[in-house]
Structures are given as C-alpha cells and as structure tokens.
C-alpha cells in the first residue's frame, strides 16, 4: 500500500494556501471603477512614456465631436474596466478547466486500455484510477464557476449577457442552443457521465480482485466501450460550450480534436510523471523501463497529433482568409504573439527534440524534464485559447494565474496521492496482470 508522505502532502497544502491568497489578492486588487481604470492606463502611457490626451484636452474639434470623443473614450473604459474585473475570473478558469480536463484525459485513456485489451498497462491502472479520482472534485468546483457565470458574477461568456444579444444578430441567432438552461443541463449531463463511469470501472476493477472469474473484468469491457462512445460525443459538445463560445462569433469543425488532443497528451503525461514518482520511492514494483517507454511514446505521438491540428486549423482558416474566422488567429498573434508561437515550441519543437530519440524515452530525468514542459505548454496553450475573448489585450502572467495554478496544483496533488492511499497498487486479478509484469520491449 502507497503511503502519502508528509513532506509531499504538506508541499500540496501549502501550494493550495499560496494560492488562494494570490487569488483573493487577484480579485481585491481588480479595478471597482473607471476612474481606477484611468489611473492604470495612465500609468502603464507614462511608463511607456506615451502619456495620451483625453478628448476634453483636444481643442480643435467642434462641440459635438466633443461629445462624439467624450463617448467613445468612457466606452473605452468601460471596455476596459470589464476586461480587467474578468482577468482573475479568466485566470481562475484555465486552471480549473485545465487541472479537470488533464484527469479527463487520463479517464480517456484507460477506457481505451480497457477496451483494447491491451496487455502491457495494467500494472498502471492503479495509477490511472488516482489520477481520476480528482474528477469529481474538479467536476463540483468548475460546475459551481459555471453556475456563477450563469448568474453574472463573471462576464467570460458574453452570449449570457441579454444587453449584448439584443445587439448582436450574430449571437442572436444562436440563442436556441446558447442559453444559460440548455448550457449548465449539457454541462450536468457531461459531468455526470464521466464520473458515473469513472466510479463504477473502478468499483467493478476492485471487485475483480476478490471474484474467482472474470465477470467483472467483462462488465468493465462492455461499460468502456459505451463510455467512448459516450465521450466522442460529450467531448466535442463540451469543448464548443466551455471555450469556444467565448469567442461566439468565431467556429472551427476541428476544435473538438484540437481540445481533446491538448488535454489527452496531458493527461498521458500526468501518469507517466506520477509513475515515476512512485517508482523512485520503491512503489510500483512491476512497472519496468518498458512501461515508461511506451507512456514516452504516447506522449510523443499525441504531441505530434496536437500539432497536425493545430498546423491544419491554422493554415486552413489564414489561407481562407474570411474575416469572421481569421480574427481569431490575427487577434492571438497580434497581441498574444510570444504565447501563441511559445506553445508551439513547447507543444511540438521541444517534444520532437527530446522524445525522438528511443533511449531517451526511458531515461527519468529526460522524461521529467519533457513532461514539465509538456504540460507548461498546454496551460499555455488553453491560456491562449481562453485569455484572448475575456481580457483581450490587457492580459499578464500575474498574480492571478500564478496563484490558480498553485491552488489547483496542490489540490490535484492532494487529492490524487490521498486517493493513491486507498487500494493497493497493484490489480491482482486483471487477466493480463501477469503479461503486464512482464513486459518488455
């Protein structure tokens, strides 16, 4: 049985308080009015050393442009005031979503394992299962953001504003699937899928420890197989209504895989990272260098994947060239320059580099040095994919996202190590447990 060691279960709670410090600082330190607002902008023109006329300053123009000028600069500001009261919401919402989708990734994962019948992951399952026992908890937290931006405490999805549909035709006319009712019912429907599954493949793997025959094992077989299915579904669904209805004037037929992708090589990154935790504390006895070569290769695949994705949803809609779907791109670049093309290094250049090489995939120090950099470039890459339709351009790494990842790290970590705690390591009556002990290739 896996003990949870104090100094890593203290490192958790003391990531988790940094964090919800930060946070609540990222929210008190929110501008409240316009006039904050005019102090930041003005600060930020005099550090620039551009210090701009407000249009009351500007002499040589008639009354009413006057007030044309006066209006369109208090506009400004209001513009401005909402993106920088959302910025600790948005900060806080790639986290959450982030953190969330990586156990989803992992769920994914071991249904396939599951349904493939494959012979060399079992002595992982284990793990897996850890991993996914953050999905409830991840699922209460981000189910409770979306009930607060329902109720306006946000102002990340525009559509549920009705002061913005009524002047939006491009909006209105999606009204009939984006509304708050029909929204948080899919939401509930997704979420509880995912973890009605993720409960009962793990009851019935329990239960096959003690039974004489392979009855559960087969039960399990037949739920994974319709949990895919149920997943291919719900993942696209999810993936329009959580991010991409952010920007609800832009669509990609590709950004179901493009998400799933991202968070997928994630979450295979994850138990290749937590493998190699517990097998340097003398855990996981069975798992073998062949193990982790073959995680290595999964994480050098989809890194691949994720980036044929990202090549043919970005040539695709730049060589088009319509302005409805352009502006999603010309935005990230635009003003997002350093972490739009900073993912694609990290996403793709660096994984190519490092896991091309065979030896390199069984080496610990290497693999925990790609993975780090791996997942770094995935937050980065829903940052990007989240930041630029709720805070345009007036986005940092600050406090806000520094802290939310630290809260929500910790609390995965907490929880995932606890759930670690509670099972032995090891499932003895899988049918391919011994052919799983001895793999090599």
């Known amino acids: 049985m896996y003990t949870f060691s104090s100094k890593l279960k203290t490192f958790s709670l003391i990531l988790m308080v940094v964090g919800l410090l930060g946070i609540g600082y990222g929210f008190l330190s929110a501008p409240k009015n316009i006039q904050e607002v005019e102090a930041i902008l003005a600060s930020d023109a005099h550090g620039s050393h551009e210090v701009s006329k407000s249009p009351t300053e500007t002499h040589a123009i008639t009354g009413e442009d ?50 493939s019948q494959a012979g060399w992951s079992p002595v992982l399952f284990r793990v897996m299962q850890g991993i996914t026992a953050y999905l409830p908890v991840g699922s209460v937290l981000f189910f409770i953001f979306l009930i607060l931006s329902g109720l306006h405490f946000n102002h990340l999805f525009i ?26 019912i899919r939401a509930a429907i997704f979420l509880i899928g995912w973890n009605l599954y993720r409960y009962f493949s793990r009851k019935n793997c329990l239960a096959q420890d003690e039974a004489t025959d392979d009855s559960f094992y087969k039960k399990n077989f037949k739920m994974s197989a319709a949990f895919l299915v149920f997943f291919i579904v719900t993942e696209s669904i999810m993936s329009w ?23 997928f090589v994630s979450g295979i990154t994850v138990i290749c990272l937590v493998a190699l935790y517990l097998k340097s504390k003398g855990y996981l006895e069975h798992v073998n260098t062949s193990h982790i070569h073959d995680l290595a290769k999964f994480m050098f695949g989809f890194s691949i994947f994720w980036t044929y994705l990202w090549f043919s949803q970005f040539m695709l809609i730049w060589y088009a060239d319509i302005p409805e779907e352009v502006t999603y791109f010309v935005t990230r670049i635009q003003l997002y320059n350093l972490p739009f093309f900073g993912a694609v290094v990290m996403n793709f250049v660096f994984p190519i580099l490092i896991l091309v090489n065979t030896d390199f995939k069984r080496i610990t120090w290497v693999l925990v040095m790609a993975g780090s950099v791996i997942l770094l470039g995935h937050y980065i890459d829903f940052f990007n994919m989240i930041m630029p339709g709720t805070v345009g351009d007036q986005w940092f790494i600050g406090v806000s996202e520094i802290a939310s990842v630290l809260f929500f790290l910790g609390l995965f970590i907490f929880v995932v ?4 705690t509670k099972v032995p390591l090891l499932p003895r009556r899988n049918p391919f447990i011994e052919e799983s002990k001895h793999f090599h290739y």
């Open 66 to 115: 006057k007030v044309s000028a006066e209006t369109e600069h208090k506009e400004h500001l209001n513009h401005v005031l909402n993106q920088l009261q959302n910025k600790p919401w948005a900060a806080l919402y790639v986290a959450c979503i982030f953190f969330m989708l990586i156990s989803l990734g992992v769920l994914a994962f071991y249904a396939i394992q599951q349904v």
């Open 159 to 184: 559509w549920l504003d009705p002061s913005i549909v009524a002047e939006d035709k491009i909006i209105a006319n999606k009204t009939g699937y984006l509304n708050f009712p029909f929204w948080i």
């Open 241 to 263: 209504d959580w991010i991409m209805s952010i920007d609800p004037h832009w669509f990609s037929t590709l950004f179901g895989w493009y998400v799933f992708a991202s968070f």
């Open 417 to 420: 190590f606890t759930a670690l």
